[in-house]
């Protein structure tokens, strides 16, 4: 006892001059206790709140220390008063610790209680300094931040700085909690490596998590910001879940600015990237936020990011039917008739998203008006972007080609002669979708093809069948093949000469066995049961080639056979043999 009262004396001198000494020599026996801590291998958790603790007050000395008016701190009564308090219970702290590295103590249970009873002092010095910030004793004009560390810096200067701005955040007023969050931000979102340093320090996500309950809109919204950063780190994904960080981004979007909820939508965002996280999501009511947002006049980046969400969760099989019995096909189809072409389009591809692999779903969609819905935007009379027409497109193949009863609504709303429109005078990008969407079309039905030859596509696909693309030029004669095998759409393809010149030309033209090659042996096969396109192809001097293809290959003696009817038999010898 006398030596405590001696250490006390002398931690609290009479002279200006000397309550500073005394401040600077808190800080390094603080900063020695904390290292010492970390050769503690005993009572291990124990010690690790008590570091936190220690670190806690180390930054907030140090944040004194570093301030204009240290002087007139240390005159102040409240601060000198705690800081004595907090250098003698870091004295019988290093005493503890001492005994705890040499396993000098008398035993677990007294050690045990010695531990508990510095833990609750220093949770007493802690509470007393951030009382001393809120009451304006210290503020942030007293407080000095420490200059951030240079690129080049050592991990112990990137902990430091971050214990630091830890403390602000913790006992600082609301100016300082502010700003430590900023200045937090600005470290995490151009280095990793303060991510790394920041989740290593106990507490800071803590912290985090809890300032994203704040009354404080501004507090709010930075710590969201620091959160979402984490969030992008995917071996960092799973400490902000358990700190519960769920609930508290569902609150942002229930009541926080509108700043909070875009910045909490992309941290959720990127948690459910992960199903595993989609079940607290939903568990705390995040389903019915965000379709809130959905179905308000919030402003399109706010959808756009609720909507991505929500793809997430869909992916639980749960989850979707509780989306959907919630009203989200209504909704999204009433948003895919918006004239804002952003949200047209996010509301489109979420209802692909939801019906994929569906077909209950699909059959939804179709009741509730989907298809009108896209069929407007593929109208060429309204003026929609080509991104957008092409987002339209793929989904009405998606949603509707594996539907007979979606099939007869776009036959008899017109979507043969839309997509015959931007074959013949779409955009590049949006003219290659609409072949291939007609090159779909065309294998649906009989009647699709009928459609699509009374639509004029057989000389629109005979254009493509000379395109540079591989792919496009298969496409077209693939779908050619298909539309002539309907005797109306041969007998109107076989009336123009140059179509079966083309034909055998780009025959000649083929190399090897390509899939090219073999429809269009398979359309002129189809067209051989007009007479005279037997006589056309006879006398148009390709027939020692289609001979010679013949000799090796399946489809080409199928034509052979097919010309080698007794009217034409004769002819033919005396080609093959001239």
């Not at 007023?173 to 989740?199: S, W």
């Not at 902000?240 to 909820?261: D, F, N, T, Y």
């Not at 509780?322 to 918006?338: D, S, Y």
């Not at 072409?341 to 989907?370: C, K, N, P, W």
Request: glycine share 6%; with cysteine.
């Amino acid at each position: 006892m006398r030596e405590q009262k001696q250490d006390q004396n002398q931690t609290s001198p009479e002279t200006s001059a000397g309550k500073s000494n005394t401040l600077q020599g808190g800080i390094e026996i603080l900063s020695s206790l904390i290292s010492l801590t970390h050769s503690v291998k005993v009572f291990v958790s124990k010690w690790q709140s008590i570091r936190v603790r220690l670190e806690e007050l180390h930054s907030g000395l140090i944040a004194i220390e570093n301030s204009e008016f240290e002087h007139s701190h240390m005159e102040n009564p409240a601060i000198s008063g705690l800081l004595s308090a907090i250098l003698l219970t870091t004295r019988e702290s290093h005493d503890l610790a001492q005994r705890c590295v040499d396993l000098s103590y008398s035993g677990k249970l007294l050690m045990q209680s010695d531990l508990n009873v510095i833990l609750t002092k220093l949770d007493r010095h802690v509470s007393n300094l951030s009382d001393l910030y809120t009451a304006g004793v210290l503020t942030q004009n007293h407080a000095l931040v420490v200059s951030k560390p240079s690129v080049t810096a050592c991990r112990d200067d990137m902990r430091f700085y971050i214990r630091d701005l830890l403390t602000r955040m913790k006992v600082g007023d609301t100016r300082m909690k502010r700003q430590a969050l900023v200045n937090l931000y600005e470290v995490v979102v151009e280095d990793e490596k303060y991510v790394r340093v920041m989740l290593e320090l106990d507490g800071v996500v803590n912290v985090l998590v809890n300032f994203l309950d704040s009354t404080e809109t501004q507090i709010q919204v930075e710590s969201t910001k620091v959160v979402e950063v984490i969030s992008g780190f995917d071996s960092y994904k799973a400490v902000l879940i358990r700190a519960g960080v769920v609930g508290p981004l569902i609150r942002v979007l229930e009541c926080g600015s509108e700043m909070g909820k875009e910045i909490a939508l992309k941290c959720l965002m990127k948690l459910t990237e992960n199903s595993n996280n989609s079940w607290s999501v939903s568990a705390h009511g995040g389903v019915t936020a965000l379709l809130k947002i959905c179905g308000s006049d919030c402003k399109v980046e706010l959808v756009g990011y609720a909507c991505g969400v929500l793809r997430n969760l869909i992916g639980v099989e749960e989850i979707k039917r509780f989306v959907i019995e919630e009203g989200a096909i209504p909704m999204f189809i009433k948003l895919a008739r918006c004239k804002d072409e952003i949200l047209l389009m996010i509301s489109i591809e979420f209802l692909q998203s939801i019906a994929f692999e569906d077909e209950l779903v699909r059959e939804m969609i179709l009741r509730e008006g989907g298809i009108r819905a896209l069929l407007r935007v593929v109208d060429p009379r309204w003026s929609y972007s080509s991104k957008t027409r092409e987002v339209a497109l793929r989904a009405i193949e998606n949603l509707c080609f594996s539907s007979s009863s979606a099939m007869k609504i776009l036959m008899s709303h017109g979507f043969v002669d839309q997509i015959m429109y931007f074959v013949r005078n779409g955009e590049v990008s949006v003219q290659e979708l609409a072949l291939k969407v007609a090159f779909r079309l065309c294998g649906t039905s009989e009647e699709a093809k009928k459609a699509m030859g009374d639509a004029g596509f057989m000389p629109e696909l005979v254009k493509f069948l000379n395109c540079k693309s591989f792919e496009v030029r298969e496409m077209a004669a693939e779908a050619l093949s298909g539309l002539v095998l309907i005797p109306k759409n041969r007998k109107k393809f076989a009336q123009d000469d140059r179509n079966i010149g083309l034909l055998l030309q780009l025959l000649e033209k083929e190399e090897g066995n390509s899939g090219n090659k073999r429809f269009l042996l398979s359309i002129l096969t189809s067209l051989t049961s007009c007479s005279s396109v037997k006589r056309k192809i006879v006398n148009s001097g390709y027939m020692k080639n289609i001979e010679k293809l013949a000799q090796a290959e399946t489809d080409a003696k199928r034509l052979v056979r097919k010309l080698s009817t007794n009217r034409f038999r004769s002819m033919l010898s005396g080609i093959w043999h001239s």
